[in-house]
């Protein structure tokens, strides 16, 4: 691995859009006029050519942009407590916390774990997007690996895009899931809730491996497996199985599920939205391309709620 200037990632693309628009909501950090003008200078290049501003994009696509000097950034520093779980000259390895956006976005500019990691390693300024490589939804918990400059940045970056990541979630959920089961349904936005995504015979191709680590009266704890990456999936594949996070009542979760376990229905925090958490991830490291593997302690909610299954059931 050796040090580079030119940031490689792939651009996931909805629906056909300016480059420039496009861009702007990638880098929410960086001003149009620094993206203007990488265009401009054709310092970026789509699917290997040269692009101009009003150039629309249909489809995702691979983006290469040679960043010559450092842009400055529209990000504020905060103090917040994170999570390291190890850090290296290259990454760092963070546990999120349940109810913290991973990244600002329009309109949502301070909190996020990219303001955190900003004020806690100011040197991650010169890695658009403060090294962020991948996401976890506000209200899912657990591990995530920040790339701390442009070249870890690029080798890890290829592995997610490759599938060579080992993602594994744990969650609870209502109902059984008794068997292993491997969920291969495509997956697009919700025709009328845009919030949502949903089962789309046109979506993306979305593929989950799913098993049971313990099975309870009402519930169960499983592992899943993400094969691909698609926003909401384990949430939207759970509840395609009838088997909804707990918590999770964008995808189908009732809060009248457990009345009648009256210490389960307290156990549940109404404020812990939905009982995901994102336990281990494996992928090798820049410098030695040694397999690492990172798990994430889980946050205090789940433990309870996982506890009080446990004791429900033995009684």
């Known amino acids: 691995m050796n040090d580079s200037h030119i940031y490689d990632f792939r651009l996931e693309v909805d629906m056909p859009e300016r480059i420039d628009k496009l861009l702007a909501i990638h880098f929410p950090e960086y001003s149009r ?70 990244h600002i976005a329009p309109g949502n500019y301070s909190g996020t774990l990219q303001n955190g990691l900003y004020y806690e390693y100011p040197e991650l300024s010169k890695v658009p ?34 599938k060579k990541f080992i993602k594994l979630y744990h969650a609870l959920v209502i109902r059984n899931i008794d ?60 509840s395609y199985l009838n088997n909804p ?16 376990n009256l210490n389960l229905a307290k156990t549940i925090d109404p404020l812990f939205l939905q009982y995901l958490h994102s336990y281990s991830l494996s992928f090798k490291d820049p410098k030695t391309n040694e397999l690492k593997t990172y798990t994430a302690d889980y946050p205090k909610e789940y433990s309870l709620l996982l506890n009080e299954l446990v004791k ?3 009684d």
């Open 179 to 238: 068997k292993p089961t491997v969920v291969e349904e495509p997956i697009g936005r919700h025709p009328v809730n845009r919030k949502k995504m949903s089962i789309q015979s046109n979506g993306r191709q979305a593929i989950s491996k799913i098993k049971p680590l313990t099975i309870f009266k009402k519930a169960s704890h499983v592992e899943v497996e993400l094969i691909t990456g698609r926003t909401h999936q384990i949430r939207v594949h759970l």
């Open 129 to 162: 997007r403060t090294g962020i490589i991948h996401r976890l939804d506000k209200d899912t918990s657990g591990i995530l690996v920040v790339c701390r400059n442009l070249a870890s940045h690029n080798y890890l970056s290829q592995q997610l895009q490759n």
């Open 312 to 314: 429900e059931n033995n």
């Open 245 to 260: 996070v707990i918590g999770d009542t964008m995808y189908g979760y009732k809060k009248s599920f457990f009345t009648k």
């Open 33 to 102: 006029s620094t993206i203007q003008r990488w265009i401009s200078n054709n310092d970026i290049l789509i699917n290997g050519k040269a692009c101009s501003q009003k150039d629309k994009v249909t489809e995702s696509c691979d983006v290469s942009i040679s960043i010559k000097s450092q842009p400055s950034i529209n990000l504020a520093a905060e103090k917040m407590d994170i999570d390291i779980i190890d850090q290296t000259d290259d990454y760092i390895v963070v546990n999120k916390k349940s109810g913290v956006v991973t």
